[in-house]
């Protein structure tokens, strides 16, 4: 059956490199008989500026009625200065779908592109399985005697048992079907001593129900030194939502750049969202210039998750191929253009 794929290229360099995925999707469409349609949207700046519209009436019901999956681009703006276009589209989206597991995976494809000594790509093979729908981006707080010198800040986190226990769940059962050894999970548990304790205690109750995985504990401090000193340790890591936000960066320079990380936004079972880390790089946009592999290795990371496990795997496959030849954007110091970049891994694809 048909898979439905709502595609929203968005801002900056969103449609640049959101329109090479969709060439490699064709492609392995070609390739291997994936059947999807794929339905664009226009939303984002522009059309914000023009109609005042964000993220249309209904178009939350309409995903979770009729769509499998949205591939996404990048939302922001100069013009829109509190961007309030990108909150309302993608928060929206990641908020009112529920999409409380956001999987970043930290793979390293060519030792060139590594900026640690000596590591290769066995060194470097991790997923972050950051929380998505809580912790500090619930925006509960407020300020006092605002602009004054006896001004106050208040900025809460918010755990609940439940969002804890989902995405570490999660977690365990991610790192059981991909047969991976160990999870860690990262906190700060020694100073938020409430809201991570929650996640600690959560954690190795739920533990006991996967005695074939290892369990490790790291403070956030710790795991960032780890992670580029020893970045063969980790398999599968958990933590809250700022913690992977921020990890996940790290993660992206030990495998080359933002230019080439992919995330999703996935409810298990239900319509989920795809986009690159990076954002709109407004330097770059409209030039021909910006990486594709991220989006591309995201339409991946989709086509894995509507099923297509050997279309993702070609794709990943085209990407390193791509990488090892040279052929690719000047961030990874090729000389190829955008659309070059995508055709060379498209017809790889094709190739296979
Ligand atoms: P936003 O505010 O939308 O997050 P930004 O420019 O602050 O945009 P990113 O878009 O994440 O943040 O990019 C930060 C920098 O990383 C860019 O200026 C660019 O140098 C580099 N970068 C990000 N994505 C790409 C890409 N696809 N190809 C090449 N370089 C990229």
Redesign the pocket.
């Known amino acids: 059956m048909k898979k439905r794929v709502g595609v929203i290229p968005g801002d ?2 969103g449609p640049e ?1 959101i329109g090479e995925a969709v060439k490699v999707i064709e492609a392995a469409s070609q390739a291997f008989g994936v059947e999807l349609e794929l339905t664009r949207f226009d939303w984002g700046a522009e059309k914000y500026l023009r109609e005042g519209i964000t993220l249309p009436d209904g178009a939350v019901e309409m995903f979770q009625k009729e769509y499998d999956a949205i591939l996404a681009g ?3 703006d100069p013009r829109v200065k509190d961007n309030k276009h990108a909150h309302d589209i993608l928060l929206g989206l990641r908020f009112r779908l529920d999409l409380y597991v956001n999987l970043r995976p930290v793979k390293l494809l060519d030792e060139k592109l590594t900026p640690l000594k000596g590591r290769t790509m066995t060194d470097i093979d991790f997923v972050i399985f950051r929380e998505n729908t809580e912790g500090a981006y619930v925006n509960v707080g407020g300020v006092f005697k605002t602009g004054t010198k006896d001004e106050i800040a208040v900025q809460e986190e918010i755990h609940t048992r439940h969002g804890v226990e989902r995405i570490i769940r999660a977690a365990f059962d991610y790192a059981r079907e991909h047969k991976r050894k160990r999870v860690t999970l990262v906190d700060k548990a020694n100073v938020m001593r409430y809201g991570h304790d929650l996640w600690q205690r959560t954690f190795f109750e739920l533990a006991q129900g996967y005695p074939e995985i290892e369990v490790s504990h790291q403070f956030v401090d710790s795991m960032a030194l780890l992670m580029v000193l020893n970045p063969d340790q980790w398999d599968v890591v958990v933590t809250n939502n700022m913690f992977g936000d921020i990890l996940s960066d790290l993660g992206a320079a030990l495998t080359g ?3 080439l990380a992919p995330s999703g936004n996935i409810h298990p079972g239900r319509v989920s969202l795809f986009e ?1 880390v ?7 946009a409209g030039k021909n ?4 592999i ?1 989006a591309t290795l995201t339409a991946a990371m989709m086509l894995e998750y509507l099923g297509y496990r050997q279309a993702a795997l070609a794709i990943e496959a085209a990407v390193v191929s791509a990488i090892h030849a040279g052929a690719v ?1 000047q ?1 990874l110091r090729g000389s190829l253009s955008t659309t070059e970049a995508g055709d060379a891994i498209a017809v790889r694809v094709r190739d296979r």
């Open positions: 900056g360099i490199v990048a939302f922001g750049g933002l230019g690159p990076h954002g709109t790089a407004p330097a770059l210039v910006a990486n594709p991220g954007t961030d």
